[in-house]
């Protein structure tokens, strides 16, 4: 395998910048660009060792210089790897790493260096995902999640659940293959019971996802409401400056605006909609269009409602348009007189906050709603969950293949069919581990990572 070589800190000036180089040739390949301040070259150095010198490229110094050495396979990747942290200029941080290519090393791809370390054994797919959950981490919460992930919770409750089916597929096996010797017959109450306990086990993780999805991944959120109600004010205030345009004029916002912000606890991709209307305007339409279809995808709704104004035919539609979703009613300016019939959306939005999105009054009532609605409030950040879609579809299809176990046992089916459907869930679990799992979706999960980790 290639020795792959990145710049492993983020493209921009800092304190210290950081060129990393992984595989079997990373410390032959870092001895030709490092000159030590010393007498001992990189190749002498023991691992988990540094050495101050400069960087040096066709006779030219090119930066001050710290070398790491980490032999394999006691490193991040498994391989031998060596970082050297020059000082945080780009452009010096592009030269070092110009030199590592021209001097043997080939440029890393995304999450290459995490790849390898999963490819070497040092990390399962689950804590692989959490290095990313870490790095992207936006909050508290997250940041915990992230790290107990990394830590094994969800790799240890995933080997036990699929070490008890295994135990079971192994004993039923081992029955129907040589019903002459004296094997004991599991009896259906014990497999029932093992049973239903590893799909209470799955069901709950799955119960947990939106709200542990929530704190790692974020949440796409619409903000929606007919135009000028204070979709745009809301917007700003989450944000904490003028993402959107605020004006009195009806219609202003034409156009889906995003903007990422933490609310509390949560990670929120607001999308800030154009007023949902009848209009003539082709251009105003096509706004219009766009905000349907954002409520469409989005996780969680921030419904609009002007409470000086009396309820209309607009708001009536985008009460229709949040029946059945996640929402939570923001009736907005407070600060007037009111006019709108506050029962009647009380009433239609169960979970309602009085707000003014200009003066910022009522921000933690939304905030405190909003958690309580993804169900983040009441979540331990240190328990095992399932943090990203991949996963989920895996324990979803352990889940479903174990409730099918249930049923064809309690229909009578032969006990080597029975086992079929278990082989099923092991094999869902053992893909969301990364044990059992195709090329493809190894390389989806790293095509997602930043180059350089």
């Given at each position: 395998m290639s020795t792959i070589a990145a710049i492993s800190t983020p493209q921009a000036a800092g304190g210290i910048g950081i060129v990393r180089l992984s595989g079997e040739d990373a410390i032959t390949i870092a001895d030709k660009l490092f000159r030590p301040t010393g007498k001992t070259p990189l190749r002498d150095l023991p691992g988990y060792h540094a050495a101050h010198g400069r960087v040096v490229f066709d006779g030219e110094d090119l930066d001050e210089c710290v070398a790491l050495v980490f032999r394999a396979p006691k490193s991040y990747t498994g391989e031998n790897v060596v970082e050297l942290s020059c000082h945080g200029g780009l452009f010096v941080l592009q030269q070092v790493l110009r030199a590592a290519l021209a001097s043997g090393a080939v440029a890393a791809g995304p999450g290459e260096f995490t790849k390898r370390a999963f490819l070497n054994g040092k990390l399962d797919l689950t804590e692989a995902e959490a290095v990313m959950g870490i790095i992207h981490a936006q909050g508290e919460q997250g940041a915990k999640a992230a790290l107990t992930a990394l830590d094994g919770a969800l790799s240890k409750k995933m080997g036990d659940l699929c070490g008890r089916l295994v135990?079971?597929?192994?004993?039923?096996?081992?029955?129907?293959?040589?019903?002459?010797?004296?094997?004991?017959?599991?009896?259906?109450?014990?497999?029932?019971?093992?049973?239903?306990?590893?799909?209470?086990?799955?069901?709950?993780?799955?119960?947990?996802?939106?709200?542990?999805?929530?704190?790692?991944?974020?949440?796409?959120?619409?903000?929606?409401?007919?135009?000028?109600?204070?979709?745009?004010?809301?917007?700003?205030?989450?944000?904490?400056?003028?993402?959107?345009?605020?004006?009195?004029?009806?219609?202003?916002?034409?156009?889906?605006?995003?903007?990422?912000?933490?609310?509390?606890?949560?990670?929120?991709?607001?999308?800030?909609?154009?007023?949902?209307?009848?209009?003539?305007?082709?251009?105003?339409?096509?706004?219009v269009d766009r905000a349907r279809q954002t409520i469409d995808r989005a996780g969680l709704v921030f419904a609009v409602f002007d409470l000086s104004r009396p309820l209309d035919a607009a708001d009536e539609e985008i009460l229709a348009l949040c029946k059945n979703r996640r929402v939570v009613g923001v009736l907005n300016k407070t600060d007037l007189p009111l006019q709108a019939d506050k029962t009647k959306l009380q009433t239609a939005l169960p979970v309602c906050v009085e707000l003014c999105a200009l003066s910022g009054d009522g921000l933690s009532a939304l905030e405190d709603a909003a958690e309580t609605l993804l169900c983040t409030k009441e979540l331990d950040p240190t328990a095992a969950m399932l943090t990203t879609e991949r996963q989920r579809q895996s324990a979803a299809r352990a889940r479903d293949a174990v409730c099918q176990t249930i049923d064809d046992l309690q229909t009578g089916m032969t006990l080597d069919a029975v086992n079929i459907s278990i082989d099923d869930a092991i094999d869902a679990l053992l893909e969301l581990t990364g044990e059992k799992v195709s090329d493809a979706v190894v390389d989806e999960v790293f095509a997602r990572f930043c180059v350089g980790k």
């Open positions: 135990a079971l597929s192994a004993q039923l096996g081992a029955w129907v293959d040589y019903p002459d010797d004296e094997i004991e017959e599991l009896e259906n109450g014990e497999l029932l019971e093992t049973l239903r306990d590893v799909e209470g086990e799955l069901s709950g993780l799955l119960s947990r996802f939106d709200a542990g999805s929530a704190i790692t991944q974020g949440v796409a959120t619409a903000i929606v409401g007919k135009p000028n109600v204070g979709k745009s004010a809301l917007m700003n205030l989450l944000s904490g400056f003028g993402r959107s345009i605020v004006t009195e004029i009806a219609g202003t916002t034409r156009d889906v605006v995003e903007q990422t912000v933490r609310l509390g606890s949560l990670v929120l991709h607001l999308a800030d909609t154009a007023g949902i209307h009848r209009t003539e305007d082709v251009v105003e339409q096509i706004g």
